[in-house]
C-alpha cells in the first residue's frame, strides 16, 4: 500500500522535472534575442566576398599577364575535383568571369541588405561552385565561408540595417530567436577548438612545422630577428595551440570577454602579416563579434552617434511547448551540428597517418600541421606496345597545381586518371599509370607513399582508403632532411622499391 502511494508521487515529480527541462530548452533557444550580431555578420562575410570576387579580377603575382580566373580556372587544361563532384568544372571560357561578377554582385547586395533572401541564395551556389571547381586552392577559411553562406541563407538578416527594410519597413524586426545566435556561434567556434585539438599531435609538440617553416620568414618586419630561433618555433606552437583551444571560451566569458577579443585581434592581424592568408584574418576578427551580447554592435553604434539607444519591446516570445516548426527547427540544427562536429574526425576511420597520406584532412580544420616536401615522376606504360614514357606534369597542368599534389594520395590518382584520359583518346586502351611519389613529411626522411607497382588507372577514387597507399615508417628527425629531392630516388630504402618498365 505505502509502495503504491510512493510510486504515485514520484511519478509527477519525474514527469514535472521533464518538462521543466524541456521548457529551459525551448527558453533558451527560442528566447528572443537583437538581431544586431546578425546585421555584423551579414556585412562581414558579404564583404569578404565582394573583395575576393574582385580579387580573383586582379593580377595573380606569380602570372603578371593573367588575372586570376585565367590563372586558376580558364588556362590549366585540368583540374583537381573533390570525390563525388567530378561533374563541377569552371564554365567554358569567359563564361568564369560572368560566373564571379555574379558572385561579386550578390556579395554587394548581401551588404547592403538588398533582395537579401535571394542574393544570399545566389552567393551561397556561385561561391560553393567556385569552392569546387578547382580542389588545388582548398583552404579552411574558403571552406568555412561556404559554411557561413549555407546558414545565412536561412537567417533573418534584413530585419535592421538593411535597405529591405526601408523598401518593405514591415520587414523590419530588432529581435530573433536565440537559436540563430548559438548555432552561428558554434560554427565560428568549431574552427577555433577543433584547430586545437588537432595540435595536440607529436610533430606539433615537438615544433617541426613551425621549425621548418618560420626560417624562411627572417625578412619578415614582425618575426624576422626570431624566425630562425628554436625557441620561437616552439613558442608559436604553444601558443597557437592554447589559443585555439581556449579562445572561445574566454569570449564567452563576460570577465574575460574585452581581452580575449584584443587577443584575437592580435592574432589574427599578425597572421596576416606573417603567413599572408589573404582576407581570412580580417574576416575573424568582424566574425568574432557574435561572442559579445546581441545588443553588442546597437550600443556602439549609438554610443558612436551619442544618441539615446532606444528601448524595443520583442515582437515574439519563446513558446509554452514546442510545437511542429520548432522541431523541426531543432532537428534540423541537430543534424547539421552532428555533421559539423563529427566530420572532422573521419581520419581515424583510415588506416594511415591523415598527415601522410592527406585522408581525412580536408573539412577537419588540420591547419599548418604539415609540412611535406615531395617528388613526383609519372610513367605511362602500354603493355601491347610493352613501351614506357615519362609523363610531363606541365603538359596537364600549371605550376601552382603541382604543390598541393606533393603528400594527397587522392589528388595523385586524381591527375594518374587523367593522363590515362588521355592515353586512351590517342588508342591506348590497356594503358597504365605509375607513380614515383617520394615524400618527405615534417623534416622526416624520404619514403615512398604509393607503391609504385600499382597501376593508378585502375585505382577507383572513393571516400575509402586508397589501396595503393604505404604506410608513413620513419621518425622524427631534425634537423629536416634535405628538400632537394635530388638522389631521393637512389636512396638503398627506396631504389629496389621502384617499378620498372624492364619488369613488365
Not at 550580431?37 to 551579414?42: C, D, I, K, N, T
Not at 580579387?55 to 603575382?61: L, R
Not at 541537430?334 to 581520419?347: D, E, K, N, T
Request: glycine share 4%.
Amino acid at each position: 500500500m505505502n509502495s503504491r502511494r510512493s510510486k504515485n508521487k514520484t511519478t509527477p515529480t519525474s514527469d514535472s522535472t521533464e518538462k521543466r527541462g524541456e521548457q529551459h530548452l525551448v527558453n533558451k533557444l527560442f528566447a528572443p534575442v537583437e538581431n544586431a550580431w546578425l546585421a555584423v555578420l551579414r556585412v562581414s562575410y558579404g564583404s569578404v566576398l565582394l573583395w575576393l570576387a574582385w580579387h580573383y579580377f586582379q593580377a595573380e603575382p606569380r602570372n603578371f599577364n593573367k588575372d586570376r580566373i585565367a590563372t586558376f580556372f580558364i588556362d590549366p587544361p585540368f583540374h583537381y575535383t573533390f570525390v563525388g563532384f567530378g561533374w563541377v568544372k569552371p564554365w567554358p571560357g569567359d563564361w568564369c568571369y560572368v560566373h564571379i561578377a555574379v558572385m561579386g554582385i550578390a556579395a554587394a547586395l548581401v551588404v547592403l541588405g538588398l533582395f537579401y533572401r535571394a542574393s544570399s541564395i545566389v552567393l551561397f551556389l556561385t561561391w560553393t561552385q567556385v569552392f569546387l571547381m578547382e580542389r588545388g586552392l582548398y583552404q579552411n577559411h574558403n571552406y568555412l565561408l561556404v559554411l557561413i553562406c549555407f546558414l545565412m541563407m536561412f537567417m533573418p538578416a534584413n530585419r535592421v540595417f538593411a535597405l529591405d527594410c526601408a523598401l518593405r519597413p514591415s520587414l523590419r524586426t530588432h529581435f530573433v530567436p536565440a537559436w540563430t545566435l548559438w548555432l552561428m556561434r558554434l560554427q565560428l567556434a568549431i574552427p577555433y577548438f577543433y584547430g586545437g585539438l588537432v595540435k595536440i599531435d607529436n610533430d606539433w609538440l615537438h615544433a617541426f612545422p613551425m621549425r621548418l617553416s618560420l626560417p624562411a620568414k627572417t625578412d619578415n618586419w614582425i618575426i624576422g630577428a626570431f624566425a630562425d630561433k628554436l625557441w620561437f618555433a616552439y613558442f608559436i606552437s604553444y601558443t597557437g595551440l592554447l589559443f585555439d583551444l581556449f579562445i572561445v571560451p574566454l569570449l564567452l566569458w563576460r570577465r574575460t570577454r574585452i581581452p580575449a577579443f584584443l587577443m584575437a585581434m592580435t592574432f589574427h592581424l599578425a597572421n596576416s602579416q606573417i603567413f599572408l592568408i589573404d582576407v581570412f584574418p580580417w574576416f575573424m576578427i568582424g566574425a568574432t563579434l557574435i561572442f559579445f551580447p546581441p545588443d553588442f554592435a546597437r550600443s556602439v553604434c549609438y554610443r558612436i552617434m551619442r544618441v539615446p539607444l532606444p528601448q524595443h519591446t520583442p515582437e515574439f516570445k519563446a513558446p509554452a511547448v514546442l510545437r511542429g516548426k520548432q522541431k523541426v527547427i531543432l532537428a534540423c540544427c541537430g543534424i547539421y551540428a552532428a555533421v559539423q562536429l563529427l566530420v572532422p574526425f573521419r581520419h581515424y576511420l583510415y588506416p594511415n597517418d591523415v598527415d601522410w597520406t592527406g585522408e581525412g584532412y580536408y573539412f577537419s580544420w588540420r591547419m599548418m600541421l604539415n609540412r611535406p616536401e615531395a617528388i613526383h615522376r609519372f610513367f605511362a606504360y602500354d603493355p601491347d606496345l610493352g613501351g614506357a614514357e615519362p609523363v610531363n606534369p606541365f603538359e596537364h597542368m600549371s605550376n601552382w597545381q603541382l604543390l598541393p599534389m606533393r603528400h594527397d594520395a587522392d589528388m595523385i590518382v586524381n591527375f594518374a586518371h587523367h593522363v590515362a584520359e588521355n592515353y586512351r583518346k590517342r588508342g591506348h586502351r590497356n594503358i597504365e599509370i605509375h607513380v614515383y611519389a617520394i615524400c618527405s613529411l615534417n623534416g622526416r626522411k624520404p619514403q615512398l607513399l604509393i607503391d609504385s607497382h600499382a597501376d593508378l588507372a585502375q585505382v577507383e577514387r572513393s571516400l575509402w582508403s586508397c589501396p595503393a597507399l604505404l604506410p608513413n615508417k620513419e621518425p622524427l628527425h631534425y634537423p629536416g632532411w634535405s628538400p632537394d629531392p635530388t638522389g631521393w630516388e637512389s636512396l638503398p630504402e627506396i631504389a629496389p622499391r621502384l617499378w620498372r618498365p624492364d619488369q613488365k
